[in-house]
């Protein structure tokens, strides 16, 4: 190959053979120009390619491809191709600032926390273990060689305990064909998630219960499920995310690999669920995804919150404006074009919501049953939420506005709900957290008026606007459904029909 005269540093030659990049030999150069030493492939001469650093990628430095019997390499700047990212942790967490970096060898690098250099912060990377509040703030590095230098970007570390909400009493609406709205008696809650048809609730303490459909295991919650913050529910599947930043997903072989978290899935901030995949908010605001179709546009690097619909994604970036991507079939990923200054974002099955900043709510997608029209007295908004067809918004006040498909009542706010503060919806059913129990109203009371050729007459005096059930049986045990009105006077009228000669037993209650 003949005899090199470059600067010093660590050079790779990649040589060009049969076409191919095929050839990588090492060049270790002394400061002075000598070569230390060569790491020569078995033929020669070779046709030069393309010559460049250990680090960055090809080419740094062209060469017109030839057979050289002297080349001589420049020195290189150090730079910084990919910069450290700003990063928000929970306590305890390890967190490290990566980058990557070029330039002539040996290279220096110190990091600095606000203008203080870090113990220890002579690598590329900067690795903190179990951090601390103390420890947010600032942080750069410099990185050197002989002859240039350079100041990395800023990134920030935030260290803050993760979200702890108010608990309160549940409720839920809608469709319960599989039991879906049948919330466990008395339970408290600090967060809710509504599946296709089934349903989560994280508690204060930290654990997960879930009702409703199991016909996947959906709500086959794990035994040794504890300390979570944040929960998301599925087309077939649930998701917790873990105080560690960790996130466990069940069942194991829910549809898709959607509960199939990658070992990579560390330090995440928020999850989400759609009908057959799962996305997370990575803690330096990248989105993590696993499955085909669910993966983020390149370049979305500054997200705060994500959300899934059935088939499609969205993220808020921290400048208000919302990245939409996926299936667009209903225009759902065709976000507005001067939609800015969203606070907040929701998906249903095939149309999109965002929370504006001045309480105010912006759909698109889907409208076939109405659920992108917003009312256009909506205003005070501080959550929203997505069924299949339906959208809700929770109000400062505590109010429910709701809107779309009423098909499975799922837009039928139930009476005396009040000071609510959390609401989610999926597929044809809604649920909220409200701040103690619904003040419900006094036990109906029911009279035989008749009894004639097996038709009975009843009177049943309830509270008007309130749903209310008569039910029978045969032997006061099994009491089944006949009849379910919300009457618009506190007394009305039932006919039975049924009513034989056999016992029958009724009674009005309010669901």
């Not at 030069?48 to 050289?68: F, H, N, Q, T």
């Not at 330096?284 to 919150?305: K, M």
């Not at 999109?352 to 001045?358: N, T």
Request: net charge negative.
């Amino acid at each position: 190959m003949g005899a090199f005269t470059p600067a010093g540093g660590f050079y790779q030659v990649i040589f060009d053979f049969n076409q191919e990049w095929s050839q990588v030999t090492n060049i270790v150069v002394a400061p002075d120009g000598g070569v230390r030493s060569v790491i020569q492939p078995h033929w020669s001469p070779v046709p030069i390619e393309w010559v460049r650093l250990d680090s960055g990628p090809w080419p740094l430095i062209g060469v017109e491809a030839g057979i050289y019997d002297n080349l001589e390499l420049p020195d290189i700047p150090v730079a910084i191709p990919a910069q450290p990212r700003s990063q928000t942790a929970w306590p305890g967490w390890n967190v490290t600032l990566a980058s990557t970096v070029d330039g002539t060898l040996p290279r220096f690098s110190q990091w600095f926390f606000e203008e203080d250099p870090v113990p220890g912060g002579t690598s590329v990377s900067l690795f903190l273990p179990a951090v601390r509040e103390a420890q947010a703030g600032r942080y750069h590095f410099v990185l050197s060689n002989s002859f240039s230098s350079i100041t990395s970007g800023v990134a920030v570390l935030v260290v803050t305990n993760p979200p702890l909400p108010e608990a309160g009493s549940v409720v839920a609406w809608g469709d319960s064909n599989a039991g879906q709205t049948q919330v466990p008696p008395g339970l408290q809650a600090v967060a809710v998630a509504a599946g296709w048809n089934h349903a989560l609730a994280l508690k204060p303490d930290g654990t997960v219960v879930a009702w409703g459909d199991n016909a996947a295991g959906q709500t086959s919650v794990p035994a040794d499920l504890a300390g979570v913050v944040a929960i998301a529910a599925g087309g077939f599947h649930s998701l917790a995310l873990r105080s560690n930043g960790l996130v466990a997903g069940w069942p194991p072989e829910a549809m898709n690999g959607a509960t199939q978290v990658p070992a990579d899935m560390t330090n995440i901030l928020a999850v989400a669920a759609g009908y057959a995949h799962s996305i997370a908010l990575r803690c330096d605001h990248t989105i993590g995804a696993w499955i085909d179709g669910s993966f983020p546009p390149d370049g979305l690097e500054d997200v705060v919150q994500i959300a899934t619909g059935t088939s499609h994604l969205l993220a808020l970036e921290r400048d208000g404006t919302v990245v939409a991507w996926g299936d667009n079939a209903s225009g759902q990923s065709t976000v507005p074009p001067t939609l800015a200054d969203v606070k907040a974002i929701t998906a249903g099955a095939s149309h999109s919501l965002a929370l504006k900043a001045d309480g105010t709510v912006v759909a698109w997608g889907d409208n076939a049953c109405g659920q992108a029209n917003v009312p256009a007295d909506l205003t005070g908004v501080i959550a929203i939420a997505a069924g299949a067809s339906h959208s809700l918004a929770l109000k400062a006040d505590g109010t429910v506005v709701a809107w779309g498909d009423n098909a499975y009542g799922q837009i039928t706010l139930p009476p005396g709900m009040k000071n609510v503060i959390a609401i989610a919806a999926y597929a044809n059913n809604s649920l909220a957290i409200m701040r103690g129990p619904i003040e419900r109203p006094p036990a109906p009371q029911l009279t035989m008026l008749s009894l004639r050729d097996g038709v009975a007459e009843l009177r049943i005096v309830s509270e008007p606007g309130w749903p209310c059930r008569v039910e029978i049986s045969s032997e006061l045990g099994d009491w089944t459904p006949l009849e379910t009105q919300t009457p618009s006077q506190d007394a009305w009228t039932l006919t039975d029909t049924g009513a034989g000669a056999s016992a029958r037993f009724y009674r009005a209650v309010i669901p």
